[in-house]
């Protein structure tokens, strides 16, 4: 299966507060974006421990925390 690209709003790197679309890939949140709506959290955690290997589950964090203003929590 081919992961889909996933676009992701950053601020631009000329310090405006312009965003930009940056196209990733990332398999893993693209399931979670076309299964948040129809799955329960504890059942996406779930599938997504089981499934996804820990690099890629980090890779995934890493790109949603660039997209985000504020820093994740660690649990």
Do not use: G, W
Request: charged share 30%; proline share 3%; aromatic share 6%.
């Amino acid at each position: 299966m081919m992961a889909e690209k996933v676009s992701v709003d950053v601020t631009a790197s000329d310090n405006t507060d312009t965003p930009t679309v940056a196209p990733c890939r990332s398999e893993l949140l693209c399931f979670l974006q076309q299964k948040a709506k129809t799955l329960a959290f504890d059942h996406l955690v779930k599938l997504c421990a089981d499934f996804y290997r820990k690099d890629e589950i980090i890779a995934a964090r890493s790109l949603v925390e660039q997209a985000v203003s504020k820093r994740l929590t660690r649990k």
